[in-house]
């Protein structure tokens, strides 16, 4: 007698015939986008890149492309890029040349070429400066993927004119006052005087926001001090809020932002403390992402000596400058002997190079020795300036 099969059996049947037909929608579309992927020109590019498939002058072709597209955005003229093309020997690599003005910086083409690249799946694997007389600079940069070189692109920035002989410009002074949170009365008092400077305000201080508006009401700059981590943390700390190197890149970009936009507009931001932070190229490239989106130039305080500030933000386009001088042990001496012999200096240094930014820390001895510095006649021929006119901007062309 046939052995007949149970309901169960029958009812699992079409269960077990619609994961087969769903397991089968899946690899089919699966491999549709792993198709529509292999034939984009990101795909493409990574495909020869580290698959060595695929036709080098095709790839070369896409890469091009996106050079042109990171000139493009870096708003280098047409008719100040050539391409050398002709000729080009069978697995040559084309060369771009791209020649600036003399006042323009090499930064933010280095930055857009660097970012329409990746985009494309290739990456700049090498870059060289080469610096010449009266300002002269080179930059070269080879894309593609590590020994493989796709394409070359050389930035140019020709010499300054030379000088005229006419008169020099008046030297000009930025001064940036820190430290006023440490005596509110004495705050006000120094924030009330009619003289030209900016004032740097921590920016996760319980008294940010009287010390802002106090500074604003008066017509002085903002300078936002962020806390970032410096060595020995926490025995050594800046404060609540501080950004920790342990921090995620989205997290500290993050909290970079809130305070910019908790503190409004200011002209620049700058560390406090930060030992630690600044030695560490992934901390300070999550930094710089949320300086660069936010417009504001880097003012760097006492970098040590494994610091990555200032050549990351060479790489990465952004805006950096350091003080000339911090005035901050000679405030705290019992007379104010060493803080002119340092005021000096910084004068000599605005004379020889047309301006200096000079950091001075407020205190009781600071605060009555101002009005003899600030006056006129105590200038040296110099004149107090805005920090605006004086700190490297990021480029707006």
Same mark, same amino acid.
């Given at each position: 007698m046939p052995k007949r099969r149970s309901s169960s059996s029958k009812r699992g049947a079409p269960w077990k015939l619609l994961g087969t037909l769903v397991s089968f929608a899946a690899a089919v579309f699966l491999v549709g986008e792993a198709c529509a992927f292999l034939g984009s020109d990101f795909g493409r590019v990574l495909t020869w890149c580290y698959l060595h498939l695929g036709d080098r002058a095709e790839i070369v072709r896409i890469v091009g492309k996106r050079v042109h597209e990171g000139l493009a955005a870096a708003r280098i003229p047409h008719g100040a =890029?050539?391409?050398? =093309?002709?000729?080009? +020997?069978? /697995?040559?690599?084309?060369?771009?040349?791209? *020649?600036? #003005?003399?006042? $323009?910086?090499?930064?933010?083409?280095?930055?857009? *070429?660097? #970012?329409?690249?990746?985009? /494309?799946?290739?990456?700049?694997?090498?870059g060289r400066e080469r610096s010449g007389a009266g300002g002269a600079l080179e930059v070269t940069l080879e894309i593609g993927a590590p020994g493989r070189t796709l394409q070359e692109v050389v930035v140019t920035r +020709?010499?300054? @004119?030379?000088?005229?002989? &006419?008169?020099? %410009?008046?030297?000009? =002074?930025?001064?940036?006052?820190? /430290?006023? /949170? $440490?005596? @509110? %009365?004495? &705050?006000?008092r120094v924030l009330a005087r009619p003289e030209t400077f900016a004032v740097a305000v921590?920016?996760? &201080?319980?008294?940010?926001?009287?010390l802002r508006r106090t500074a604003r009401a008066a017509a002085h700059e903002i300078v936002l001090q962020v806390p970032m981590e410096p060595e020995k943390y926490p025995s050594v700390s800046p404060g609540p809020g501080t950004l920790l190197v342990s921090m995620s890149g989205r997290r500290i970009e993050g909290a970079l932002r809130s305070q910019i936009a908790d503190a409004g507009t200011v002209t620049a931001v700058a560390n406090l403390m930060g030992s630690l932070a600044t030695q560490d190229e992934t901390f300070m490239s999550a930094f710089y992402a949320g300086l660069r989106r936010a417009g504001v130039p880097f003012l760097h305080i006492a970098p040590v000596a494994r610091s990555v500030c200032r050549d990351l933000a060479a790489r990465t386009g952004t805006a950096y400058d350091e003080p000339d001088l911090v005035l901050d042990a000679e405030t705290r001496m019992k007379t104010p002997a060493a803080l002119q012999r340092a005021w000096r200096t910084a004068l000599d240094h605005a004379a020889r190079h047309g301006h200096a930014i000079v950091m001075l820390r407020v205190t009781a001895l600071s605060a009555g020795w101002l009005p003899d510095a600030f006056a006129p006649g105590a200038l040296g021929g110099a004149r107090l300036t805005p920090l605006s006119s004086i700190i490297r901007r990021p480029d707006s062309r």
């Open positions: =890029v050539q391409e050398d =093309v002709v000729a080009l +020997p069978a /697995g040559g690599t084309p060369r771009w040349h791209a *020649i600036l #003005r003399a006042d $323009e910086s090499p930064l933010r083409a280095n930055f857009e *070429i660097t #970012r329409a690249v990746e985009r /494309g799946g290739a990456e700049v694997t090498s +020709p010499a300054r @004119p030379a000088r005229s002989e &006419a008169p020099a %410009a008046t030297p000009e =002074v930025a001064v940036v006052l820190f /430290g006023l /949170g $440490e005596d @509110p %009365a004495l &705050a006000r921590p920016g996760t &201080a319980s008294d940010r926001e009287a």
